[in-house]
DNA sequence: GCCGTTTTCGGCCCGACTGTTTTCAGTCG
C-alpha cells in the first residue's frame, strides 16, 4: 500500500498550526508545527512510514508529540486535535486572516465578541460600526478592514510571480537604478536573489551619494507603473504587470547586514540568529551586536556578516535553513550555466517546436554546446503534432544528415516518447534502439491513483531504451501539482538502473523541484539539465533548471550533461544496453 | 512543541509599524 505523501502530511500539521494560533496557543508552539510541517515537506523518505515505526523523531524538529499526530494521522487518517479544533472553529476564519492587519488575535475576539466567521459577516459588521464596540479595536481599524474587503483582498491568496517574470523585470530595475549618477551599489535581494520557484514581491538594496535622488529615481524607470517615496530612505512602486518592489537606500557601511537580511530567507536568518545568540552575538538588518563588548559590528559586504559569525559566505540559493548552518558545512562547487556542455530535450517543427533542426542545431554551437538532442513529442503525447514511428525513421535520416554537415557539435536523434498508462513507451524496442537518445516522460492520464502511477512510472525506468525521464511530477507552477507518485521509489529505480532524471528549464515546470532533486542525487542518480526548447530562443531557459540544481545543492559531477561528448555517451543507459 | 558547550526546564531572532493606548499588543517581514 502506497504511505500517505509527505505533502499531505505536512498541509495537515501547517493546518494544525494555524488552528492552535487560532486557539490562541504560544507562538513558540505554533512555530513547532510550523517547522515541523517544513521537515517533512522536505524530508527525503517517507515520513508516514517513518512515524509508524515511530522514527518520525529523526527529523529535526519533530518531537514525541508531533511523531504521535503523524501516526495518527497516517493510521487512523485524522488526528485527534485537529478534528477538536476544527469543529470549534469555523473554516471561514482562516481567509479573515489574509486581511492585512488582522491576524489571529483579532480574528478570534471578532468571532467570540461578535460571532464573525467569515468574511461577509465582518463586512456587514463592519459597514454597521459594531467592530469598534470590540475592546481593542476602533474606528481605523473598522475603516482598515472596509477598504481592504473593499479592495477584495481575502478573496483569494496574491498569486505569485514565476522567477522567469520576476528577474526579467527585476534585473531591468537594477540595471535601470544603476544607471542613476548617484547610485553606489544596487543589488536585488529577496527570493529572486535565492532563485526561488516564484516570488512575491521584489526587494531591492543600495547606497547612493544621495538617497533621496534614488528613491526618487524609482518612479520614473519604465518598469514602473506607480511608485512613490517611503520614508527617507525609501521607495515602494508596482511594475506594469502588478509585482510589488521595495527599494532601501542604506548607509555604505551597512550594506552587507542589510543586503543578507533582505535576502532571507525567513528560516535561514532565524536559524543564524539562533546559532549566533549562542555566540553571545546578536544580528540584526543594522549590525551585529556583541555582548562581550558592548559593541555593534556594521558590515560593508555580506562576506563579512557571515565572516563575523564564524561561517563562509553562503550561496543565496542554500538559504533556506536546509542545512547550510549545521556544524561542518561546507560550501558545495555549485553547477552553473557555464559548465553545460549538451541539452539533451528540445523540439522541432516536426512536432510542436517553431524551428527546424538546423536551426537549432546552430543555436546549440553559438552555446558553446558539444552536443545537442533533438527530442520530438510521440504520437500519444495527446496535442496533435507528433512524431509517428514512420516519421521519426524518416527524421533519423535527417539529423544524421545535419550531423554529418555540421562541425563541432553531436546532433542526436532522440525522442520524448510519452509514457503509457502501463509504463511503455510509445514506439517498439527496435526504433528505439535505433536512436542516439530517449528521454520519456507522462503526458496523459494524469489522474491515474498514486500506486499505479508508481508502478508505470517504475515500468518506464526499468525500460532498456529509456535513457531519462523528462518533467518527472507533471508540476506547473501556479497551475497544477505534480500527479500522485511516489517519488522515493521513482529515485531508488533511477539510481538502481542508471536511468537518469530531468530537471526541466521551463521556467513554470522546473522539475524536479530542488528538494527531491538533491534527494535523487544524494541517491546516485543523475541529474540532467534541458531547456524543453520549443524554439531557438529557449534554449537559455536551461537558466530555470540550473538554478533548481543549485537550490539542489549540485555540483557539476551531479549533473551528467556537464560532461564531454564521449564521457556523457557513455552514461546513457543505451551504452550499456547494447 | 522542541531542545540541550546555560541538557529534562526555561528558554525560544529582531525590529518596524499601526492603532489603541497611558505603556503596549498585534501584525508583518
Same mark, same amino acid.
Given at each position: 500500500?502506497?504511505?500517505?505523501?509527505?505533502?499531505?502530511?505536512?498541509a495537515?500539521?501547517? !493546518?494544525?498550526?494555524?488552528?492552535?494560533?487560532?486557539?490562541?496557543?504560544?507562538?513558540?508552539?505554533?512555530?513547532?508545527?510550523?517547522?515541523?510541517?517544513?521537515?517533512?515537506?522536505?524530508?527525503?523518505?517517507?515520513?508516514?512510514?517513518?512515524?509508524?515505526e515511530?522514527?518520525?523523531?529523526?527529523?529535526?524538529?519533530?518531537?514525541?508529540?508531533?511523531?504521535?499526530k503523524?501516526a495518527?494521522?497516517?493510521?487512523?487518517? !485524522?488526528?485527534?486535535?485537529r478534528?477538536?479544533?476544527?469543529?470549534k472553529?469555523?473554516?471561514?476564519?482562516?481567509?479573515?486572516?489574509?486581511?492585512?492587519?488582522?491576524?489571529?488575535?483579532?480574528?478570534?475576539?471578532?468571532?467570540?465578541?461578535?460571532g464573525?466567521?467569515?468574511?461577509?459577516?465582518?463586512?456587514?459588521?463592519a459597514?454597521?460600526?459594531?467592530?469598534?464596540?470590540?475592546?481593542?479595536?476602533?474606528?481605523?481599524?473598522?475603516?482598515?478592514?472596509?477598504?481592504?474587503?473593499?479592495?477584495?483582498?481575502?478573496e483569494?491568496?496574491?498569486?505569485?510571480?514565476?522567477?522567469?517574470?520576476?528577474?526579467?523585470?527585476?534585473?531591468?530595475?537594477?540595471?535601470?537604478?544603476?544607471?542613476?549618477?548617484?547610485?553606489?551599489?544596487?543589488?536585488l535581494?529577496?527570493?529572486?536573489?535565492?532563485?526561488?520557484?516564484?516570488?512575491?514581491?521584489?526587494?531591492?538594496?543600495?547606497?547612493?551619494?544621495?538617497?533621496?535622488?534614488l528613491?526618487?529615481?524609482?518612479?520614473?524607470?519604465?518598469?514602473?507603473?506607480?511608485?512613490?517615496?517611503?520614508?527617507?530612505?525609501?521607495?515602494?512602486?508596482?511594475?506594469?504587470?502588478?509585482?510589488?518592489?521595495?527599494?532601501?537606500?542604506?548607509?555604505?557601511?551597512?550594506?552587507?547586514?542589510?543586503?543578507?537580511?533582505?535576502?532571507?530567507?525567513?528560516?535561514?536568518?532565524?536559524?543564524?540568529?539562533?546559532?549566533?545568540?549562542?555566540r553571545?552575538?546578536?544580528?540584526?538588518?543594522?549590525?551585529?551586536?556583541?555582548?562581550?563588548?558592548?559593541?555593534?559590528?556594521?558590515?560593508?559586504?555580506?562576506e563579512?556578516?557571515?565572516?563575523?559569525?564564524?561561517?563562509p559566505?553562503?550561496?543565496?540559493?542554500?538559504?533556506?535553513?536546509?542545512?547550510?548552518?549545521?556544524?561542518?558545512?561546507?560550501?558545495?562547487?555549485?553547477?552553473?550555466?557555464?559548465?553545460?556542455?549538451?541539452?539533451?530535450?528540445?523540439?522541432?517543427?516536426?512536432?510542436?517546436?517553431?524551428?527546424?533542426?538546423?536551426?537549432?542545431?546552430?543555436?546549440?554551437?553559438?552555446?558553446?554546446?558539444?552536443?545537442?538532442?533533438?527530442?520530438?513529442?510521440?504520437?500519444?503525447?495527446?496535442?496533435?503534432?507528433?512524431?509517428?514511428?514512420?516519421?521519426?525513421?524518416?527524421q533519423?535520416?535527417?539529423?544524421?544528415?545535419?550531423?554529418?554537415?555540421?562541425?563541432?557539435?553531436?546532433?542526436?536523434?532522440?525522442?520524448?516518447?510519452?509514457?503509457?498508462?502501463?509504463?511503455?513507451?510509445?514506439?517498439?524496442?527496435?526504433?528505439?534502439?535505433?536512436?542516439?537518445?530517449?528521454?520519456?516522460?507522462?503526458?496523459?492520464?494524469?489522474?491515474?491513483?498514486?500506486?499505479?502511477?508508481?508502478?508505470?512510472?517504475?515500468?518506464?525506468?526499468?525500460?532498456?531504451?529509456?535513457d531519462?525521464?523528462?518533467?518527472?511530477?507533471?508540476r506547473?507552477?501556479?497551475?497544477?501539482?505534480?500527479?500522485?507518485?511516489?517519488?522515493?521509489?521513482?529515485?531508488?529505480?533511477?539510481?538502481?538502473?542508471?536511468?537518469?532524471?530531468?530537471?526541466?528549464?521551463?521556467?513554470?515546470?522546473?522539475?524536479?523541484?530542488?528538494?527531491?532533486?538533491?534527494?535523487?542525487?544524494?541517491?546516485?542518480?543523475?541529474?540532467?539539465?534541458?531547456?524543453?526548447?520549443?524554439?531557438?530562443?529557449?534554449?537559455?531557459?536551461?537558466?530555470?533548471?540550473?538554478?533548481?540544481?543549485?537550490?539542489?545543492?549540485?555540483?557539476?559531477?551531479d549533473?551528467?550533461?556537464?560532461?564531454?561528448?564521449?564521457?556523457?555517451?557513455?552514461?546513457?543507459?543505451?551504452?550499456?544496453?547494447?
Amino acid at each position: 500500500m502506497a504511505e500517505m505523501p509527505n505533502r499531505e502530511i505536512a498541509a495537515a500539521l501547517d !493546518e494544525l498550526g494555524d488552528l492552535y494560533e487560532l486557539d490562541g496557543a504560544i507562538s513558540h508552539r505554533v512555530l513547532a508545527y510550523r517547522n515541523g510541517a517544513k521537515a517533512v515537506r522536505e524530508a527525503t523518505q517517507s515520513v508516514g512510514t517513518l512515524a509508524r515505526e515511530g522514527r518520525a523523531t529523526e527529523l529535526p524538529g519533530i518531537g514525541a508529540t508531533l511523531q504521535e499526530k503523524i501516526a495518527a494521522l497516517v493510521v487512523d487518517g !485524522e488526528i485527534p486535535a485537529r478534528a477538536k479544533l476544527k469543529a470549534k472553529y469555523p473554516e471561514g476564519l482562516l481567509e479573515i486572516t489574509r486581511l492585512p492587519g488582522v491576524g489571529p488575535k483579532r480574528v478570534r475576539l471578532m468571532y467570540t465578541e461578535l460571532g464573525i466567521d467569515s468574511l461577509a459577516s465582518l463586512k456587514e459588521a463592519a459597514e454597521q460600526e459594531r467592530l469598534r464596540g470590540v475592546k481593542g479595536l476602533g474606528p481605523k481599524f473598522e475603516a482598515s478592514v472596509l477598504a481592504s474587503l473593499e479592495a477584495g483582498l481575502g478573496e483569494a491568496p496574491k498569486p505569485r510571480t514565476l522567477l522567469s517574470r520576476a528577474l526579467e523585470e527585476g534585473e531591468a530595475i537594477v540595471a535601470g537604478l544603476r544607471a542613476h549618477p548617484t547610485a553606489r551599489r544596487v543589488e536585488l535581494a529577496g527570493s529572486a536573489r535565492r532563485l526561488a520557484d516564484t516570488v512575491k514581491d521584489l526587494d531591492v538594496i543600495a547606497t547612493a551619494d544621495d538617497p533621496a535622488a534614488l528613491t526618487a529615481a524609482l518612479a520614473a524607470l519604465p518598469e514602473i507603473e506607480t511608485a512613490g517615496t517611503a520614508g527617507e530612505n525609501a521607495a515602494r512602486g508596482v511594475t506594469h504587470s502588478g509585482l510589488s518592489i521595495d527599494l532601501r537606500v542604506v548607509e555604505p557601511d551597512q550594506f552587507g547586514n542589510l543586503l543578507q537580511h533582505f535576502s532571507g530567507s525567513a528560516r535561514h536568518n532565524i536559524r543564524l540568529r539562533e546559532n549566533a545568540v549562542k555566540r553571545g552575538l546578536h544580528v540584526s538588518e543594522y549590525g551585529i551586536l556583541d555582548d562581550a563588548t558592548g559593541e555593534t559590528v556594521r558590515c560593508a559586504t555580506e562576506e563579512e556578516v557571515y565572516a563575523t559569525l564564524g561561517l563562509p559566505w553562503i550561496p543565496p540559493e542554500l538559504r533556506e535553513d536546509r542545512g547550510e548552518l549545521d556544524p561542518g558545512f561546507e560550501v558545495p562547487e555549485l553547477v552553473s550555466v557555464d559548465d553545460l556542455r549538451g541539452d539533451l530535450h528540445c523540439h522541432t517543427v516536426a512536432s510542436d517546436g517553431r524551428n527546424t533542426i538546423e536551426e537549432m542545431a546552430a543555436e546549440a554551437i553559438a552555446r558553446g554546446y558539444e552536443y545537442l538532442a533533438i527530442t520530438d513529442h510521440s504520437a500519444t503525447h495527446g496535442f496533435g503534432n507528433h512524431v509517428d514511428a514512420d516519421t521519426l525513421k524518416r527524421q533519423i535520416e535527417r539529423v544524421r544528415t545535419v550531423n554529418e554537415k555540421l562541425d563541432g557539435i553531436e546532433v542526436l536523434i532522440g525522442t520524448e516518447t510519452n509514457i503509457l498508462p502501463d509504463g511503455a513507451p510509445d514506439y517498439d524496442d527496435e526504433l528505439l534502439a535505433e536512436l542516439d537518445w530517449c528521454i520519456a516522460s507522462i503526458h496523459t492520464a494524469f489522474q491515474t491513483p498514486r500506486a499505479e502511477m508508481t508502478k508505470r512510472m517504475v515500468a518506464a525506468i526499468e525500460h532498456p531504451w529509456i535513457d531519462a525521464i523528462g518533467h518527472p511530477t507533471g508540476r506547473k507552477l501556479g497551475r497544477r501539482p505534480g500527479y500522485d507518485v511516489d517519488l522515493d521509489e521513482v529515485i531508488a529505480a533511477a539510481a538502481r538502473t542508471g536511468t537518469m532524471l530531468e530537471i526541466n528549464g521551463a521556467p513554470d515546470r522546473r522539475d524536479l523541484d530542488d528538494v527531491h532533486a538533491r534527494q535523487a542525487a544524494q541517491a546516485g542518480v543523475k541529474i540532467l539539465l534541458d531547456s524543453d526548447a520549443h524554439g531557438t530562443d529557449r534554449l537559455a531557459n536551461v537558466r530555470w533548471a540550473v538554478a533548481t540544481a543549485r537550490r539542489a545543492w549540485l555540483t557539476p559531477d551531479d549533473v551528467a550533461n556537464t560532461r564531454a561528448w564521449p564521457e556523457f555517451a557513455a552514461m546513457r543507459k543505451r551504452a550499456r544496453t547494447s
